[in-house]
């Protein structure tokens, strides 16, 4: 098994630029899988964990309703933001500026061939990045995604999850608000769920945050939680 994690951090990214990019980690993953199992060859699968922002821009995954972006395109204009109907899981979620899009495009032959378990392992590091800022986050029963006061009617998400994962090999990710501007959540119905709330990093703790820092703390949990060497 190969648990060396290639990092790279694309910045801020056009959206379909990102998904193309992240389309052709994934084929090439798949290709040296497919030409193991053909050739007999034992040849090590590569794995990637991307990092990035986007420009505003409302994503809906295959099991999506449509009717979720509350938006028509003279509106989308207005808000200088665009829209992709994409291959992942999940419902309808918006990402922009301030907002950590991770991509991990792993061989969980390498880790472990459980999807549920990797969704929990995604969703426990950035748990434990919000606990480093003194932020108390979890789980909401029967959802994806990383929740605050999932136990009670103040319930707000602030990461949410959508993947895509073939042949072991995934795709797509997570989208973990910490500058964002909350009011593009206000255009869609997030996730499918309309009535809870979204929150940030900034909202929940009152000053912006370094992108930096936090993006630092997150692959360190990433990696330990893993068990990945990241280079």
């Not at 426990?124 to 979890?138: K, Q």
Request: charged fraction near 25%.
């Amino acid at each position: 098994m190969n648990k060396n994690v290639e990092f790279i951090d694309w910045g801020l990214t056009d959206y379909q630029k990102a998904w193309t990019q992240q389309e052709h980690l994934f084929d090439q993953t798949v290709a040296v899988k497919t030409e193991n199992r053909t050739n007999g060859t034992s040849k090590q699968t590569p794995n990637y964990l991307v990092f990035c922002e986007h420009p505003h821009v409302y994503t809906l995954g295959k099991s999506g309703r449509p009717e979720n972006l509350l938006l028509d395109e003279e509106g989308l204009k207005d808000k200088q933001a665009t829209y992709y109907k994409i291959n992942r899981g999940g419902d309808i979620t918006y990402h922009g500026p301030g907002q950590i899009v991770g991509y991990p495009i792993l061989d969980l032959d390498n880790f472990f061939t459980d999807i549920h378990l990797y969704l929990r392992t995604l969703e426990e590091a950035i748990i434990l990045t919000l606990d480093e800022y003194g932020i108390r986050a979890g789980r909401y029963p029967g959802y994806t995604g990383v929740w605050l006061d999932a136990d009670n009617e103040k319930a707000r998400k602030i990461s949410a999850m959508g993947v895509r994962c073939s042949r072991w090999v995934t795709m797509h990710g997570f989208a973990f608000n910490v500058n964002a501007d909350l009011d593009y959540f206000k255009n869609i119905v997030p996730c499918g769920i309309d009535d809870k709330d979204v929150t940030s990093m900034k909202r929940e703790l009152g000053y912006a945050l370094d992108m930096e820092e936090v993006k630092g703390r997150l692959k360190v949990h990433i990696a330990s939680l893993f068990k990945m060497e990241l280079f």
